[in-house]
C-alpha cells in the first residue's frame, strides 16, 4: 500500500515538476529581449568613434551631444548597413541600443548616463568579418557634488584655468604667465593631495610656493564648495585619478 | 475516483492508524508550522541582500571596522516631524561607508555626497518610493493608491526644491525649470502657489493686442498662429494647430477689434526722413547694442543675440513702417510697460534704422497667404475661438475678459496620485512621465485637452519637468524651519523725475537696483558710493565699456543735458552704501612711496595683473575691469572698502576676497586711485 502511495506521490511530482518548467519556460520567453529584428547587411573589420565621446554630463541625464561611430573595412572606408551595438554598465542606456550604420558608415546614439558619478566605461560592438570589434568610449556623469563643482569652476576658476576660450566665456589662460592647469591635467593633479589642493585653493599660489597669479579663495568660497571644485577636478582628470585605497587586501 | 479515494483513505491509515504514529505525525506537522515564521525571515530579500553585504566586505581591508558598524536586521529611519519612515537602509547598508566609494554594486554603494544627512532627512524625501517597504518591488516600482515609484534620477533635483524656493548654486536643472516656467507663461493659465503661500509669476512679457492691427496685418497675423516658430525660432508663444478657418477667424476677430492708438503715429512719419542707408542702419543698430536684447538668425541659422525681446530674423514681415517708425520714437506710447528703453534717436536715426529692419524680411514668409474678407460670422466664431482657447489668458484683446482659473492649478502635481492621472497606452506609469508626455504632446491626449504645444528641447522639456515635480504636497506639510523662501523681486521705484527718465531708459530691464531689475549689468544698489560725478556724467553721455570681454554693453541713449544731469545727481545722492564712509578713506595726499609700495603689491604680492590691466602696455588680465583709469572713475573711499571685501559690496562677484590688512588695502588704494587714464578718451564702439 505504502509503494502504492509512494508511486503516486511521484507521479504526482513529475506533474509538478513538468509543470514548473512549463511556466518557467513561457516567462523566460515572455521576458527575453523582444529588439526589433536589424539584418545586417554588411560587415566591417574596424571602427572608430566619430563624436561624442570624452562627454561630460550630469548623472541620470542624456549626454548633450550624440554618440557616433563608424565603422570601416581593411582599406579604411565606410561600411554602410553594418550592426553596431552599444553596451555599458548599470544604468546607462542606448537610444536606440543597436542599429546598422547609415550610407556614410556611422552609427548615431543618444547615451543616458546612470545615476552615479564617476566614469562610464561603454563599448561599441560590431560582428565584424571574422570575429566581433569592440571600441571603448568614455563619459563621466556628475553627481551632485561633482555637478556644484563644475558650476563653481566656471564662475571663478574656467576665467584662467580653461585654455579654450570663447566669446560667450573668455578665458585668460593664453595671456597668464605662468599657465594654470587645466581641472583635466591629471598628470599634475593626481600627484597632488585632497589636502593640496585644498590649500592652494583656500590660501593662493604662494602657499604651495606656486606663482601669485592663483589668488586665494579661502575667504569667498565655503570649505563645502572648496571639496566639491576638488571632488569635480577628481572626476574630470585624464589620466583617470585613483583614490588612495585600502592598503592591503585580505585573502 | 475510487482510486483516488482509495489512496486517500490508505494514506489516512498509513499516517494516523495507531495514535503513537498520529502524535509523531501531528508533533512534526506542528513544528513544520512553527517553522514558517523564521523562515520567511530567513528566506526574505533584505536578510539575502545582508549576507551578500557580509560577503562583499568579507574580504576588504577595513572588514573588521565595516562589520562593526554593521547591523542585522531591519534599520529604520523614524523622522515624525517630516513624516519619514524609511527602511531603506535595511538593504543599502554602505550609503554612507566612504571607504565603499569603489563598489558598483548595488544595493551597497556609498551614497554620493550631497548637503545633506540621510539620518537627518531619510531617504523618499529626494528619491520618493515607499519607505516603510522591505522588499525591493513594493520599495521601488509601487504604484498603488497613494503610492508612487522611484524618482528617475534625471528629475532627483525636484527633491531640493520642495524645501528650496531660491536658485541653489548646485541644481541648474531646477532652476533653468522654474525660469521655463515663468517665461513660458505657464503660470498665465496655471495657479501655481508655492507651500509660502506665495504664486508664481511670469517673468514674459505677451504683447498686448488692443492696437494690433496698427502693427501689423491680419496676413501676418494668421501666419502666426498657424506656426509661430516658422515666424521666429526662439519665440515663446505655443502652436495650437489651428485649422486654416480658425486661424482665419481669430485673425478676422483681432483686426476687427482693434482700436487705432491715439498716438502721433502721423507726426512720426512726418517727421521720417527718406534715403536710409542699409551700412547706416547695421552700424546704427550694433552702436545701440539691440543684439544685447534681441536675437537675429545669422547666415548659419545660429541665433545671435540676447532674449529679451523677441527675435528680429524677419521683423520686415512682421510690422507696419509707420508703427516701426513710431516705436523706435518712443516704445512707450504703444506699449507702457514695455522692457525696451526709449532711446531719443534722431529723426534721421529712426529712418535709418527702421528702413534697416524693414529690410529684414523673407520675400517666402507668407507670401501664399491671401484671406478674404471676414463676414460678421467669421469674426463671431473668431472671438468665440479666442475665449475657448484662452487667449486672453495671456494677452490683453478688446471685448474679451481675461479669464480665471483657466486651466488645472499645478500647485501639487509632482504629488497627484497616479490613480487621478490618464496615462497613454504604453506609458510607463509615474508622474514624470506624464509630466514629459503632457508637454511633449498634449494632443495626444483627446482632443478636448485646450493645452497648446509648446516648442521646448529635450533639456528643457526634464527641466521644467523637474520644477513640476517639486511641487508636491508633502513639500507644504515640511515644517517651516526647514523651507528657504525665495528672495522676492521687490517693487521698488525711484521716485521724481529722475524715476521717470530711470523707466523711460528701462534701466530695470538690464540693472538690478534695490532688490529689483534684471541680471544682465552690474547691480547699481550702492552705485552712488562707488562712482565719480564726472565719470558718471560722462558715462551715460558716452557709454564706453569697461570690461574688454563683454559682447553686451551699455546702450547710448541721447539725453538731454539737463536729464543727463538729473539722473547723475539722483544716483550719486541716493545710492548710498551706509557702509562706505568717504571720510576714513586715504585722502587724496598719498606720497609717492606709497603709491610705489600699492604698485608692488599689486604686481607681485597680489598679482591683480592676473585679471585687471592697470598698464595696457605689460598687462594682459582681461577678466576684470580695465583700471588704466580707475583714478578717474571711483572713490577712494569705494575702492578701499571693495579691496577689503568685494562680496559685502556685490554678492558673488569672482574677485576674491584676500583677506588684506589695512595697510596693504591702503597701499593698493592709493596706487589705484593714482590710475588717472587720459582724460577725455574717446568712446570704444
Known sequence: ?251 | MQFLRKVFSSAGQALFGDPVRAFGVVSVALMLVLAIAPAKDHFSQWHSYQRHYLALIHDRGDAVSLRRRFQPGIHQIWLPELGVVDRCTTCHLGLNEASLADVKQQPFRKHPVVPHSLDGFGCVICHGGQGAATTVDEAHHSERAGEDPILPARYIESGCGQCHQNALPGTPQLNLGRTILARYGCVHCHAIALPDGTRVTATDHPPSLVHVADKTSREWIYSWLKDPQAFAGSTTMPNYKLNDADAGDISAYLISSSKPQAGDAAAADAKSAPGADPAAGASLYGESFCSSCHAVQNAAGNLVGGDVGPELTRIGNKVKPQWLRAWLDNPRIYDATTPMPHYRFTAQQIATLAGYLQAKSDSDYGANVHLDAANAKQIAHGRKLIVELGCAACHEINGVQKPENFAPELSAIGSKPLAQLVFLPGMEHTQASYIVAKIRQPGAFGASVKMPQFTLSAAQTDALTTALLSLTSRARSMPDNLRVAAIPETSYQPTGHAGKLMAELACFSCHRINGRGGEMAPDLTWEGSAVQRQWLGDFLKNPNTLRPSLIRRMPRFNLSESDNKEITDYILAVYQSPAIDPDTAPTATNSPEIVEHGRQLFYSKYACQACHIADTKTDKGYIGPTLTQVGSRLTSAWVYAWLKNPQALRPGTAEPNQNLSDDDARALTAFLTSLKGSAGRGTKQ
Not at chain 1, 125 to 143: F, M, Q, R, S, Y
Open chain 1, 1 to 251: 500500500m505504502i509503494r502504492r502511495f509512494a508511486a503516486s506521490m511521484s507521479f504526482r511530482l513529475a506533474g509538478w515538476v513538468a509543470l514548473l518548467a512549463l511556466a518557467t519556460l513561457a516567462s523566460c520567453r515572455q521576458s527575453a529581449p523582444s529588439a526589433p529584428a536589424l539584418k545586417a547587411t554588411a560587415a566591417g573589420t574596424a571602427m572608430v568613434e566619430s563624436s561624442g565621446g570624452h562627454q561630460v554630463g550630469a548623472t541620470g541625464t542624456a549626454l548633450k551631444d550624440p554618440l557616433v561611430v563608424q565603422v570601416n573595412d581593411d582599406q579604411g572606408t565606410a561600411v554602410a548597413g553594418a550592426l553596431v551595438e552599444f553596451h555599458g554598465p548599470a544604468g546607462v542606456s542606448f537610444d536606440p541600443a543597436a542599429i546598422l550604420t547609415d550610407s556614410s558608415g556611422q552609427a548615431t546614439t543618444s547615451v543616458t548616463l546612470g545615476g552615479i558619478g564617476g566614469r562610464y566605461q561603454l563599448t561599441a560592438v560590431t560582428p565584424g568579418k571574422a570575429h566581433p570589434v569592440n571600441l571603448d568610449i568614455v563619459e563621466t556623469a556628475l553627481a551632485y557634488q561633482q555637478r556644484l563643482g563644475s558650476i563653481l569652476a566656471d564662475e571663478y576658476c574656467n576665467r584662467c584655468h580653461d585654455p579654450e576660450s570663447s566669446p560667450v566665456r573668455v578665458s585668460n589662460y593664453d595671456n597668464l604667465q605662468v599657465k594654470p592647469h587645466p581641472f583635466t591635467d591629471g598628470n599634475t593633479l593626481n600627484k597632488m593631495s585632497d589636502a593640496d589642493l585644498a590649500s592652494i585653493i583656500q590660501h593662493g599660489g604662494p602657499a604651495l610656493n606656486r606663482s601669485a597669479l592663483m589668488p586665494p579663495y579661502g575667504n569667498t568660497l565655503s570649505a563645502a564648495d572648496v571639496r566639491a571644485l576638488i571632488a569635480y577636478t577628481r572626476t574630470v582628470a585624464d589620466p583617470p585619478y585613483q583614490p588612495a585605497g585600502t592598503v592591503y587586501e585580505r585573502k
